[in-house]
Nanobody
Framework: QVTLVESGGGLVQAGGSLRLSCAASGIIFSRNDMGWYRQAPGKQRELVAAITSGGGTSYADSVKGRFTISRDGAKDTVYLEMNSLKPEDTAVYYC????????????WGQGTQVTVSS
């Protein structure tokens, strides 16, 4: 059984920081690209940051310079360090595992709420 469990969300003031974690089980972590997505009320889910199985990273323009994605293969966990948070960062944040092989399927976590107050 595959599970992705996010944690670390919460309420923070603008300018503050949070660190999200996503612990994976039931997958071969090293054979998955990992991503953080977010969905605000009334908006589509969007990609925030991604990290490949090899450690390459990419970010949405809106978070570049403020967010950092990383992964720990020993713990099968991906992180999202979020600094200089803005009210527009408020959303439910989801973790996704995408296998590097074409025939695999994606898995999603249940999400964690991040609320940034002004």
């Amino acid at each position: 059984q595959v599970t992705l469990v996010e944690s670390g969300g919460g309420l923070v003031q603008a300018g503050g920081s949070l660190r999200l974690s996503c612990a994976a089980s039931g997958i071969i972590f090293s054979r998955n690209d990992m991503g953080w997505y977010r969905q605000a009320p009334g908006k589509q889910r969007e990609l925030v940051a991604a990290i490949t199985s090899g450690g390459g990273t990419s970010y949405a323009d809106s978070v570049k310079g403020r967010f950092t994605i990383s992964r720990d293969g020993a713990k099968d966990t991906v992180y999202l360090e979020m600094n200089s948070l803005k009210p527009e960062d408020t959303a439910v944040y989801y973790c996704k595992a995408q296998p590097i092989v074409a025939w695999g399927r994606d898995y999603w976590g249940q999400g964690t709420q991040v609320t940034v107050s002004s």
